[in-house]
């Protein structure tokens, strides 16, 4: 039996594939590396496990997702193994290519920016992950997350809730009630997931809520956003003028709050902040004069106190 003084590639590849099972995923990219340089090779499994390892942590970032991509490209063989995970290489492409387009959007909507172009293109997401993946489970999840549940139908489900959620809050600003629509949609979408959609439901009602404002009388949908509780001191007799029921109400029914719209909620606001202001440049300056006067006295206590040594000294 030869003795073999150096390893190979595949000597380094099987070496690299056990510490991946381990869970010692530094070390076996500092081997798989090794494997790459030894056999020269971008194209073999290695390259596309060390892609794999990079992408640790990283999982919201979509330039990890172009590294694998890449990586997978390039790779000859039809499969290989991550650890215990045995990956179809052209069904990680798949799921890669999506996930790479999932993220960046993701990040998008969290941006808040064309949100209606985003909510498009997540319609348009979950439809191919419900095509091309469909009931199979997503390898990536299994692979970082241990996690087998996630089907390209799951993510078809969360995807056009999101992309629904998103036009909500397109529309909120102008027209609550079709937001109220939409996130009742998208609450739809999270239940079929198996979530309990009490986000999108708050909102449904938020959106969907009606008053008349105490101050104004006049009537504004879409609580939260175009108008506010307000904590008040209603008394019996006001409490008797009131409602607090239907879309003409404007206090709570314990009379505890009065419903104001945004425009005199936001206009007492700023007037208590000047008042705020005005109080915190008073008190500020009082206390700028209280510091001189007694730095004023304690000058003179100084000088008093020298002119007693010195008598005493003489
Ligand atoms: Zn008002």
Redesign the pocket.
Known sequence: MAFKLFKNGDDLYSEGNELIKRGEFSKARGVLQKSINKEGGVNDVAAAQVALIDMMGKLDKPDCYSGLIAALKNLKSDDFDFGLTHVDRDRLLVEAELTFRKVSLMIQRAQKKDLEAVSKNLEVLAQEFQEKIGSDHLIIQEIFNNDTTVTGTSEFFNLMAVSFEALSDSVVWENPSKAAEYEQIAMGYRKQNGQSGSANEARFKAYNNTCK??????L?SGEGIH?YSAPADISPALALESSCEGTSKNRDEESKHIY??????SAVSKRADEIAYGYHQKAMSEMRAMEARLQAEISSLQREISTLRMMRSN
């Open positions: 404002c105490w101050l104004c009388g006049r504004a108008f104001i719209c945004r425009a005199c909620y």
